[in-house]
C-alpha cells in the first residue's frame, strides 16, 4: 500500500522544474534516516517529505508526535507523526551540515 501512496506523490515531484533535485530515500543525518522523499530546490530550500497510505477510516488518534493506526489485521500501531518525523530529520541534517569543515 505504501508503494502506491510514495508513486503518486513521485508522480507530482516529476512535475517540478528541472532545476529541483529530487531524491528518494537519499540518508539524511548520522542516524540512518531515510525520509521517502527529499526535494532541494535551489530558490527555495529543501523540503522532506514522508508518503503515509493512512485513510480517516485507519488513523484512530494523532498527537504532535504519534498516530496510532489500525493496521490490516485490526491491530493498533503507533507511529511517528509524519510531519514530526519531517521535521527532525531536517533538523539533524542541518546540525551535520553545520559542523562540515567544508561548509564552515
Known amino acids: 500500500m505504501k508503494l502506491r501512496a510514495r508513486r503518486r506523490v513521485f508522480d507530482l515531484l516529476k512535475r517540478l522544474p528541472d532545476h529541483c533535485l529530487v531524491y528518494y530515500e537519499i540518508l539524511l543525518g ?3 534516516h531515510l525520509p521517502d522523499f ?3 530546490d535551489p530558490d527555495r530550500g529543501v523540503v522532506v517529505i514522508e508518503a503515509k ?3 480517516k477510516e485507519t488513523i484512530l488518534s494523532a498527537s504532535k508526535k504519534t498516530f496510532e493506526i489500525r493496521s490490516h489485521g ?3 500501531q503507533p ?3 509524519p510531519e514530526w518525523q ?3 530529520y531536517l533538523r539533524e541534517a542541518r546540525e551535520q551540515l553545520g ?3 567544508e561548509l564552515l
Open 79 to 81: 507511529r511517528h507523526n
Open 99 to 101: 559542523t562540515a569543515p
Open 53 to 55: 497510505d493512512w485513510g
Open 38 to 40: 527529499t526535494v532541494v
Open 30 to 32: 548520522e542516524r540512518d
Open 74 to 76: 485490526g491491530h493498533h
Open 86 to 88: 519531517c521535521q527532525r
